[in-house]
């Protein structure tokens, strides 16, 4: 039990890392799961004083956990949802940034090349799905980029880089991206969450948007299972999460994520372990 917990409680401060960047303009997801190590265990000390998860009894064997969080924990669009910690749980990017080493790893991405200053050529790992079943594809990747500049929200700011008229897929699984001038930062604006790709084929066949408020459709290892408008949002570990093949093992079954109007009023559920874990607490707590 302790094992799990403690590789869990690196995942949630990853992403609660991550979003702290994505919110100031930077990129980056979680970090691949990882055995036990003393950065770890220290990272998960700051975590949780309860002895075990607060909810770890009559779960059936599986693995829960709460966590407290001050932001949004709701929507699931990138084009205007500020749930950084929900979609780093469904959806995944091209690359990650590593909170303890801060360097940028393959996640979905198998590697890379730059062919010119101006072009990079990226070949995807085999076998991703997405949570309903569907491959994923390269062209995915344009679709979605397109999607948000269509949308012309600020994230479409994300893409202004990239050039996508010219961008192309060669087959299913190797992606072009091209630029009109060098952009030197490539493979870390490509590490956000932000520019994590939906599944083109199952949006255009859906009569609506609505899915991306409650059922999100992503390559991540955890998908929607309940969500209470204003209270909290319960995901759940994939059984056919595709990451397995590849030694990305998560092993807690069930988060749930808690959402507090303030930081005092959470910190007193945490005391009384109430939660398993708490972020942007007051510098005081």
């Keep these: 039990m302790k094992k799990n917990y403690l590789r869990l409680a690196s995942l949630i401060l990853a992403l609660a890392m991550v979003f702290a960047l994505a919110a ?4 980056g997801n979680a970090a691949e799961p990882k055995e036990d190590t003393k950065a770890e265990a220290q990272s998960a000390e700051g975590a949780s004083t309860a002895a075990e998860p607060a909810v770890e009894a009559d779960t059936g064997g599986k693995t829960s956990i709460i966590v407290g969080n001050i932001n ?3 929507g699931f669009d990138m084009a205007n949802s500020n749930n950084g910690t929900g979609m780093e749980l469904v959806y995944e990017a091209l690359f990650s940034l590593n909170p303890d080493t ?3 790893e393959n996640q979905l991405a198998d590697s890379y090349e730059f062919v010119d200053d101006c072009t990079l050529k990226i070949t995807l790992k085999d076998g991703i799905t997405f949570s309903n079943g569907e491959t ?3 062209s995915d990747f344009l679709w979605s980029w397109n999607r948000l500049r269509e949308k012309g929200s600020n994230m479409a700011e994300r893409v202004a880089w990239i050039n996508l008229e010219e961008s192309y ?3 299913d699984n190797v992606l072009v991206i091209k630029s009109d ?3 030197g930062p490539a493979i870390t604006a490509l590490s956000t969450i932000y520019l994590a790709p939906l599944c ?3 949006e255009e066949s859906s009569p609506d948007e609505s899915h991306l408020w409650d059922a999100p459709v992503g390559t991540g290892p955890y998908r929607v299972k309940e969500i209470a408008a204003g209270s909290h949002v319960t995901y759940e570990l994939r059984d056919d999460y595709w990451g397995a093949q590849y030694g990305r093992i998560y092993d807690v079954d069930e988060i749930t994520v808690k959402y507090y109007a ?3 009023t959470m910190f007193i559920d945490f005391e009384t372990h109430a939660l398993d874990m708490a972020f942007q607490l007051n510098a005081s707590d």
């Design 24 to 27: 100031c303009g930077g990129g």
């Design 72 to 74: 949004s924990i709701e």
């Design 102 to 104: 801060g360097e940028v």
């Design 136 to 138: 994923l594809r390269a």
């Design 169 to 171: 897929t060669e087959g």
């Design 181 to 183: 001038e060098p952009y």
């Design 200 to 202: 083109q084929a199952y």
């Design 262 to 264: 303030e930081p005092a």
